[in-house]
């Protein structure tokens, strides 16, 4: 058995799409007895009605960087947390405030404050139907367990700016991704290796090789230990550092089948 490990945004899911033929792809590939899982920043609830959608199954899915890792039917098996104290300062950071949305993942529901012109919660939240709270920035204490904090930019040299910035004044405490306009918060130790080694753990598929493919920075703790891939339309920088560039998820999967 093999297990499949794909980042979701620019990796499967592509031009706002998932293809035909990474769709067959992943069914060849869990047919023949390995199993398959997407490994992103997105909460569950953003990631599943999609998958249903484009007509992908899965056995497992990381979410939230590593943040929170589920069963293929979405039942939690772990959850980070950072501290709501460590929040409530991080929102105060100059670059910080510049975000178009402040969005606080908890298990079942994303909440959400701070949205200006540019955001793309609620529009997702209302094409998708997953769930999002309304919250006021002053409530941030009384979340409940929160294990990704997620901000979203114009530019992407500016999600790495702040990305930096976070993780300077925080970064004992947590860890910052930037994944192009976007910034994804995690507490610290907690990646997309960390989830994935996590998984293997939780659902006792420790002797299982891994099979990792994404196209970003918060990818790259994947694509070093596993030996990763990525896809074609991935930055030049990520594709240095990948084992194999192929046209897509699919074209991976078969050509390790």
């Known amino acids: 058995m093999k297990i499949a490990a794909s980042d979701y945004d620019g990796t499967l899911f592509r031009n706002e799409k998932i293809s035909a033929a990474d769709v067959e792809g992943v069914r060849q590939w869990r047919a023949s007895g390995n199993k398959f899982g997407v490994v992103t920043g997105r909460d569950y609830g953003m990631l599943a009605p999609q998958l249903r959608h484009y007509g992908i199954e899965s056995d497992y899915a990381v979410c939230n960087n590593g943040g929170l890792i589920c069963r293929a039917d979405g039942t939690a098996l772990w959850q980070g947390e950072i501290p709501l104290e460590t929040l409530a300062a991080m929102m105060q950071l100059p670059g910080v405030r510049k975000s178009f949305h402040f969005a606080f993942s908890a298990v079942d529901c994303t909440y959400l404050c701070h949205e200006a012109e540019g955001s793309w919660i609620t529009r997702e939240a209302l094409e998708w139907d997953f769930r999002i709270v309304p919250m006021e920035e002053g409530d941030i204490l ?24 976070i993780n300077e004044a925080f970064g004992s405490i947590v860890q910052a991704y930037p994944n192009r306009c976007s910034v994804d918060v995690v507490p610290q130790g907690v990646s997309k290796r960390q989830g994935i080694e996590k998984m293997k753990e939780l659902m006792g598929w420790q002797e ?3 099979y990792a493919i994404g196209d970003e920075t918060n ?7 596993f030996l990763g891939f990525t896809v074609d ?12 560039v192929y046209a897509g998820v699919g074209a991976m999967l078969a050509a390790n089948l």
């Open 208 to 210: 299982a090789a891994v």
């Open 142 to 165: 009384q979340l409940p367990k929160i294990h990704q904090f997620s901000l979203g930019f114009t530019e992407a040299d500016e999600a790495d700016e702040v990305s930096s910035g």
């Open 233 to 244: 339309t991935a930055r030049e920088a990520i594709k240095a550092r990948a084992r194999e």
């Open 219 to 225: 990818d790259l703790p994947m694509l070093e230990a």
